[in-house]
């Protein structure tokens, strides 16, 4: 499968916990971005990589959100002090120009 | 504010008809616009896109008009088959200001009956 693979595809954690996710994105693709949908909701841009750098951040990344994207490859995602309203589809996705993003299964965090 | 809106929740359709899915967008810089369709449990998928130096890109059974004057622009499949049920998603994209980012729609859930 040469798709965007995202790990894991579930979480639940207690509230206050850190988690992390990663993605690994298409081979060939520079471009990496989060994304994070809630229920009724379309996708909502969190943070954008090229290779490594990361170039811009949404202002719903709060603080206890950091993303990294090491060697330009795989990325991950960490939320520290979850709280409830963290509660979400977190989706990554990669591109190798602006336009059509292909984008990966998805974790799904549940904070109880 | 809502810069992409898809003002019906859901839209219900006969097999073999046409499905006509819409989305609004206000700001006039959005200039590449696309459609993604997601199953349940699943990351949304590329169907279709269309810059806005046209006003129609067509593949297979899909097709997307775009008119600029009115910032609206619809997703039209035909026929509609009962594996086209899924949410489809609008998303518009600032080719030359921004890093690539898309800005998506709330989403239309689209049920195709046998």
């Known amino acids: 499968d040469t798709g965007v693979s995202q790990d894991p595809r579930h979480k639940i954690t207690k509230r206050g916990q850190n988690v992390t996710f990663r993605c690994d994105p298409i081979s060939e693709h520079n471009r990496l971005y989060w994304y994070r949908q809630t229920l009724g909701q379309g996708p909502e841009f969190l943070t954008y990589f090229q290779n490594e750098a990361q170039l811009e951040k949404s202002r719903l990344l709060s603080d206890r959100f950091s993303a990294e994207r090491p060697k330009g490859s795989f990325s991950t995602l960490e939320i520290q002090r979850t709280e409830q309203g963290d509660s979400a589809m977190y989706l990554c996705a990669s591109s190798l120009k602006q336009g059509e993003a292909f984008f990966g299964q998805g974790t799904r965090l549940t904070v109880v | 504010d809502q810069q992409v809106k898809q003002n019906s929740p859901s839209l219900s359709v006969q097999e073999g008809r046409i499905s006509i899915l819409n989305c609004d967008y206000t700001?006039?810089?959005?200039?590449?616009f696309l459609w993604y369709k997601k199953y349940p449990a699943e990351g949304p998928t590329f169907l279709i896109s269309i810059s806005s130096i046209k006003d129609k890109n067509e593949d297979g059974r899909f097709t997307v008009f775009l008119n600029k004057s009115a910032k609206h622009l619809s997703l039209h499949i035909v026929p509609s088959q009962p594996g086209d049920s899924a949410v489809y998603f609008c998303?518009?994209?600032?080719?030359?200001?921004?890093?690539?980012?898309?800005?998506f729609g709330k989403g239309t859930k689209l049920s195709v009956k046998p």
């Open positions: 998303a518009a994209l600032d080719y030359g200001g921004s890093q690539g980012n898309l800005i």
């Open positions: 700001n006039s810089m959005f200039d590449y």
